[in-house]
């Protein structure tokens, strides 16, 4: 579920284009559109993870509820996505917007979603130009099996059953201790969760961690694994790097923003 630059470049070259995707999207600034036009891949797709990536007309969920199948699917045809495409999604920060449009793709049901490991700067680096200005393919036809990607494809956990896995906490360390909150109502973690930074999964060029330096991070193999983070994006980049590691976890697509907002449910504050 990962493909670096040189093979996506490869693949290319050979005539075999997959769709294309710019996930660009950071806390601080969401929108990643104006710097898309300002250099992409080419034939790169803008994709927002705002608009067509969370449905903020659900309530209850967080503060990026997933998306309907059936909106997912009209927005991948606008896209240019067919059935049997390879689909490439790639950002420029962290890998939050690669990550989550991998995970909600996943989810849907398309079974060849790759993220490009270490992002755009692993394209500049090979050399490679960039493209500027929209890109507007013609539509596709892809078809998504699953109306509801809380019951889709990848494993995902309800508020009532964090307790049955071990609970890895994706936020910075200052925001699970309960120091500092800047996005939600209420500061600290959910109790028996561990911090897991999503930054921590990545290695100094944004490319992900494998092998032992991944696993001297994460619990050992016994039993079930889920993560959640501030609203269910960056912690998809932990999922995404077990998945790459041959590691299956479940997402709490809510997340924290979804858990503090009752105020019924238990919050642990401190660094354990």
């Avoid at 693949?11 to 992409?40: F, K």
């Avoid at 503060?63 to 689909?87: C, K, Y």
């Avoid at 500061?187 to 290695?203: D, E, Q, T």
Wanted: a negative charge; aromatic letters at 6%; proline letters at 8%.
């Amino acid at each position: 579920m990962l493909i670096t630059a040189a093979e996506l470049a490869a693949l290319i070259d050979a005539g075999d284009r997959p769709a294309i995707l710019d996930v660009r999207w950071r806390l601080d600034h969401p929108d990643g559109r104006a710097a898309y036009l300002e250099g992409h891949l080419p034939g790169a797709v803008y994709v927002s993870l705002e608009d067509e990536l969370s449905d903020h007309t659900v309530t209850g969920r967080g503060r990026h509820p997933l998306p309907s199948g059936p909106s997912l699917q009209a927005a991948a045809r606008r896209w240019g996505i067919s059935d049997g495409d390879v689909v490439v999604v790639y950002d420029d920060w962290n890998r939050a917007g690669s990550a989550r449009a991998w995970w909600v793709l996943t989810a849907a049901g398309l079974e060849d979603v790759r993220i490009l490991d270490g992002g755009l700067s692993a394209w500049r680096a090979t050399g490679r130009s960039l493209d500027t200005g929209p890109v507007e393919p013609p539509p596709g036809n892809v078809t998504v099996p699953h109306d509801d990607l809380y019951a889709g494809a990848k494993p995902t956990l309800t508020a009532e059953r964090v307790g049955e896995v071990t609970l890895l906490d994706a936020r910075a360390p200052e925001r699970f201790r309960g120091d500092v909150e800047p996005l939600d109502p209420v500061a600290g973690h959910i109790p028996g969760a561990r911090n897991l930074p999503s930054g921590a999964v990545l290695s100094s060029d944004g490319t992900f961690l494998g092998g032992e330096a991944l696993d001297r991070l994460l619990p050992d193999r016994a039993g079930g694994v889920g993560v959640y983070c501030g609203s269910g994006v960056t912690a998809a980049i932990a999922i995404a790097a077990l998945a790459a590691a041959g590691r299956e976890a479940a997402l709490y697509p809510g997340s924290w923003s979804e858990w503090c907002s009752d105020p019924a449910r238990p919050v642990a504050r401190g660094p354990e």
